[in-house]
């Protein structure tokens, strides 16, 4: 029945659709026709159009340009004319610019003028203070040298009544190691003392746990002065024996409970009725169950007594081994401590014996104690004159090399007086612009401002002057860059022309030999904007279409040629397969969902993987992009590896830096490639390389050139370890000199070769080695060797 309704169905389908489609068909010849004019103007004519538009464009553009350009050059010829005057006016201010440098020299001179009257005027003073200090150290000087020559006559005197100490430490010392045997004896005599205390209360306790009452009760037997270990092993067999007696206890006890169960079913039994045990049905004996419980509960009762006996037993077996352990301990040390009391008695009356001395006694320390205080005590008066003389010369040499300082300081003092003076006297001279007379009494401060006026004077005719120039210069490009460009321009327009020209030549002709009225008609249809390939579908789906509606329309027809369709019965079977369906899909749709959800939540799952993935791969990207970005702006590269190189340069110049400061000094690199020093005697703060003195800035240099050195062998692959040092140590003071030359012997262990060209006397001294070139009037330079 469905294929009959289906088929009658798609008989009245077909026609509707057929009816659709025919009415359709004029609608799709007329677009047949368009696509065919739309294709003919889109190949002919559309790229033509195109680039007469774009060069329409292009003339509008370039037209605009150049009128800017032509605009931009007449002004900047009005502003040229303007700063070459202005250049003019500026030129004459900045050729007499120096005549301020020398006014502001001048007064510099003048105020270090007034600065040397002061230190003059204060060094009068401080020579005329040096002066009577001096006189006053020569008094104190010939006082002191008095009383070092009292104090050496007295220590002489003292030194004659001091006694043999020799013999007293001897003495002193015999004394000293009886003292020690007498002590060691009594000690050793309190020790055992002591230890047998100790085993008295040890066996004390032996006899406090023997008379326990459980011990009382069971070992009357036992003898109290028996030995410890035998009394341990009586006890232990008497535990063994409680312990049987638990165990056979137990098996009574076990047997009563047996008892005790089957005294359940003695309620039960009948005579005449069978055992539910046996099944016996005469019962002569039947067991008494107060009995049996009376007897458990005294087992049981015995079996904790017995329990109790075992534990105490063995508490007290436990501590008589403690006690035993002690008890042997200590009658162990009682035997050391004698034996070591015995040898010390020996060796105490072989001491005594060995006194020597008549003069003194050896049971009389006291007088022995009494000599040698004296004589300590005249040991220490002899000391403290000694120290008191030692301390009077090391005054009297302290102010000896003081007069010698102060005299070195008084002549140092005038000396820098007459330097002063020379210089005051060289500045006045140097002063011809300015008169002393005219600014002497003016302030520093005052001076000092003057100063920065003409410099400010100088240094803004300057800048202006630059400014000017800089101006006229960047004014002077501007034209001539847009001279230029307008020629430029003016070319590039004609040539625009004459392209448009022949555009509209070629789109006439085409026009022509297409048969179209003019340009606007083919615009009119180019401006359809049809999608070829989309109108070409549709049109051909439609024709198809209409020629398969036709043929199964015919078809359908055939077939239902004699049958007969009843539609009510129909209705009704599909309401109830409708109903059946409805409940399956139902159940079918609650399982779709599920599974639907489980889908989808392992869909999320794995996007959510996927687009971490691609958030890392992009974060990383991103991070490598901004590292590129920043190495590639400007000169972010070149710094980049310079950066790199300048660090390893300076990595490998500091081993031998830090060495040559003593490991106080090192190199290092900030973020602009500048180098720095950390100064690891002041807290390791970082400071700037100018504070360095001549010989470590001489050392530092000479690291670096030395690492330079070695990277330029690597890299070249050589063994040279031959370089010059060429001048650089005239400026150097004799201590940073002794470093230069530290620096260079260092050079010697590693077997380099260091050649110094220097005018400095002081390396011949220090060179094994070396060539000493003079310059001859007559001969021109004459060369020694030192090994000839």
């Given amino acids: 029945l469905n294929a009959l309704k289906n088929l009658f169905e ?17 609608e799709y010849k007329e677009r047949e026709s368009q696509l065919r004019n739309y294709e003919i103007c889109v190949m002919n004519f559309k790229y033509i159009l195109d680039n007469k538009k774009e060069n329409e464009k292009m003339i509008k553009q370039c037209e605009e340009n150049l009128k800017n350009k032509r605009d931009n050059f007449n002004r900047i010829k009005i502003q040229l004319k303007q700063s070459e005057n202005k250049f003019n006016e500026i030129k004459e201010e900045y050729e007499s610019r120096d005549a301020l440098i020398k006014k502001s020299e001048e007064l510099k001179k003048i105020i270090r003028i007034k600065e040397l009257d002061k230190a003059i005027n204060k060094l009068d003073e401080q020579i005329k203070k040096e002066e009577e200090f001096l006189k006053d150290t020569n008094i104190e000087i010939e006082n002191m040298h008095k009383q070092i020559k009292t104090i050496a006559e007295l220590v002489k005197t003292k030194k004659k009544e001091v006694p043999d100490l020799k013999e007293l430490a001897e003495i002193r010392q015999w004394f000293t190691e009886k003292n020690h045997l007498l002590k060691m004896i009594k000690t050793l005599e309190n020790e055992v003392q002591k230890f047998k205390r100790e085993y008295d209360s040890f066996i004390d306790k032996k006899f406090v746990l023997l008379n326990q009452e459980i011990v009382s009760k069971m070992f009357n037997e036992i003898p109290r002065n028996l030995q410890i270990d035998k009394i341990i092993r009586i006890l ?102 004698n034996a070591e009391l015995a040898n010390y008695n020996k060796n105490l009356q072989k001491h005594i014996r060995g006194f020597q001395w008549q003069k003194y006694q050896p049971d009389d320390e006291m007088a022995v104690s009494n000599v040698f205080n004296k004589a300590e005590k005249l040991k220490i008066e002899i000391e403290d004159m000694e120290n008191k003389k030692e301390s009077l010369e090391e005054s009297f040499n302290r102010k000896k090399h003081d007069k010698e300082e102060y005299q070195e300081k008084l002549e140092k003092t005038k000396q820098e007086h007459t330097t002063k003076k020379a210089q005051r006297d060289i500045l006045f001279s140097q002063i011809t612009i300015l008169s002393y007379r005219d600014f002497g009494e003016m302030s520093n401060e005052w001076l000092h401002k003057e100063i920065t006026v003409f410099l400010q004077q100088y240094n803004e005719i300057e800048n202006d002057y630059k400014n000017a120039e800089d101006e006229l210069t960047q004014l002077k490009e501007q034209k001539n860059r847009l001279n230029g460009e307008i020629l430029s321009d003016e070319k590039n327009l004609l040539q625009l022309h004459n392209n448009q020209e022949n555009i509209d030549m070629e789109l006439n002709e085409r026009i022509k030999e297409k048969n179209y009225d003019n340009i606007d ?53 599909i309401l109830d397969i409708e109903n059946m369906n409805r409940t399956r899909e139902e159940k079918n749709q609650q399982l779709g969902n599920v599974k639907g959800n489980i889908e989808r939540m392992r869909q999320d799952l794995q996007n959510k993987f996927s687009l971490e993935k691609d958030k890392e791969s992009l974060e990383n990207r991103a991070s490598d992009i901004d590292t590129l970005k920043k190495l590639f702006r400007e000169s972010g590269f070149v710094n980049y590896v310079s950066s790199i190189y300048l660090k390893n340069l300076c990595n490998s110049a500091n081993h031998r830096f830090h060495k040559l400061t003593r490991q106080n000094l090192s190199l290092e690199l900030n973020e602009n490639n500048e180098f720095q020093i950390k100064d690891f005697l002041n807290d390791g703060r ?68 260091v050649g110094i060209i220097s005018h400095v006397d002081e390396f011949q001294q220090e060179i094994p080695v070396y060539l000493k070139v003079k310059n001859d009037p007559k001969k021109g330079s004459i060369i020694e060797k030192n090994w000839e």
């Fill in 521 to 573: 008609t083919v615009e009119k249809i180019l401006g359809w904007n049809l999608n070829i390939d989309k109108e070409r579908k549709e049109i051909t789906c439609f024709w198809q279409n209409l020629n398969e509606v036709k043929v199964q329309l015919e078809q359908f027809e055939r077939e239902r040629v004699g049958r007969i369709y009843d539609a009510d019965f129909h209705q009704q079977l």
């Fill in 10 to 26: 798609k008989i009245e389908k077909q026609k509707s659709e057929l009816s659709k489609l025919e009415s359709k068909e004029n």
């Fill in 686 to 753: 970082i400071r700037n390389v100018k504070t360095l003195s001549g010989g470590q800035t001489f050392q530092a240099a000479f690291s670096l050139a030395l690492a330079l050195a070695d990277n330029i062998q690597k890299l070249a692959n050589t063994n040279q370890n031959f370089f010059f040092l060429d001048e650089g140590f005239g400026t150097l003071d004799n201590e940073s000199l002794q470093i230069v030359l530290d620096t260079l012997k260092s050079l010697y262990k590693e077997n380099r070769i």
């Fill in 236 to 337: 232990m067999d008497k535990k063994d024996d409680i312990e049987m007696e638990i165990e056979l206890t137990d098996n009574k006890i076990s047997h009563l409970q047996i008892q005790n169960k089957l005294s359940e079913y003695v309620s039960e039994l009948e005579q005449g009725k069978p055992c539910p045990l046996c099944g016996s049905i005469v019962h002569p004996n039947i067991l008494n169950i107060e009995n049996v419980e009376n007897q458990l509960k005294i087992d049981n009762e015995q079996k904790q007594n017995l329990k109790k006996a075992f534990k105490s037993i063995s508490d007290i077996v436990n501590q008589l081994n403690i006690i035993s352990a002690q008890i042997n301990d200590k009658e162990n040390m009682i035997q050391e401590k």
